[in-house]
């Protein structure tokens, strides 16, 4: 008598589960970070150590912190804990797993992702301003590239070790390949989408624990606004797309961290070299990355890069 064949789980239930953990768990944390913010902030007032570079640097970054940051920061690490046992059991193969050995093809790879990302990013950028959608700032800082350059290493080395090594890798051990790609993309995007609109805040003095369900609540709402969703979320799926090919047709994650910081960087840049004026959403919104025009530059920018990346020869 044949032993019946064992059955394998879909990974959707676990999937769902893993976003609403996400955002719950976000919402929840977002508080506690807030007030360690605050109290190491005056621990820094009242410390010798504050008075340093890297104290003062701190200090600042701080005082420009709003709750919705907070917020932010709170669901990404969610993110990161929550993955591994919300998706336990599924397999995570070596082939599955992108290459990173740092060879002049990686450094190659990195330089032609970052430098299509951020170039393509700005020419459009400083376009929208003669179109008359930003202006330079009284005094644009060209040269403070500190920042950007810091927050674009630090997102892109550690969301795509997250996103195209860790998530892809188990998606791709457990469903075809087609559907390991499409959810790989949406949970990255949708990651990135749990934040309120732009310019809406929540006083510190009002902040409680419920605070992050009042930051849910208008994150909901952006779901109901069809040209936000369109001009927002579009956009972070097509980043997504063109991250994850990226990983998969080099086969390793120079590509795709030379993209997504090449984008980080330009964001960060162009967002402290001006003002936004106005914006004509669906097709140009507050930011480098919400609106139409920015969805066709990134898919642009994503089949550009394709062409130029070396292709993985599969053993």
Not at 39 to 65: F, H
Not at 158 to 183: D, H, K, N
Not at 235 to 262: D, E, F, P
Request: hydrophobic fraction near 55%; charged fraction near 10%; proline fraction near 6%.
């Amino acid at each position: 008598m044949q032993a019946p064949m064992p059955i394998t789980s879909s990974p959707l239930p676990r999937l769902l589960l893993y976003l609403l953990a996400v955002m719950v768990g976000g919402a929840l944390l977002a508080t506690p970070l807030f007030h360690l913010g605050q109290q190491t902030q005056a621990w820094l007032e009242d410390n010798s150590w504050g008075s340093s570079g890297p104290g003062r640097w701190l200090r600042a970054e701080i005082q420009r912190a709003h709750f919705t940051r907070y917020f932010n920061r709170a669901v990404l690490v969610c993110a990161i804990l929550f993955i591994w046992p919300c998706l336990r059991g599924l397999r995570l193969q070596r082939d599955h797993l992108p290459s990173w050995t740092l060879t002049p093809k990686a450094l190659r790879s990195f330089g032609i992702g970052f430098s299509l990302a951020a170039g393509l990013l700005l020419l459009m950028g400083f376009l929208f301003i003669q179109g008359g959608a930003y202006q330079l700032r009284p005094n644009p800082g060209w040269l403070k590239l500190g920042e950007p350059i810091t927050a674009a290493l630090g997102a892109s080395l550690v969301e795509e070790f997250f996103f195209r090594t860790l998530l892809l890798g188990l998606l791709l051990g457990s469903m075809p390949r087609r559907a390991a790609i499409f959810w790989a993309v949406f949970i990255f995007a949708m990651v990135h989408f749990l934040k309120p609109p732009v310019g809406w805040q929540i006083a510190d003095e009002q902040i409680t624990w419920a605070s992050g369900f009042v930051v849910l609540g208008q994150i909901a709402l952006g779901f109901s606004d069809i040209q936000f969703l369109l001009a927002e979320f579009a956009t972070l799926a097509a980043v997504g797309w063109a991250l994850t090919q990226a990983r998969l047709q080099t086969g390793a994650l120079w590509g795709s961290i030379g993209l997504h910081a090449g984008w980080v960087f330009g964001l960060k840049w162009f967002s402290g070299l001006t003002l936004h004026l106005k914006g004509w959403l669906p097709w140009i919104g507050p930011n480098l990355k919400v609106g139409l025009v920015p969805l066709v530059m990134v898919l642009f920018t994503g089949w550009l890069a394709l062409r130029q990346l070396p292709r993985h020869q599969e053993t």
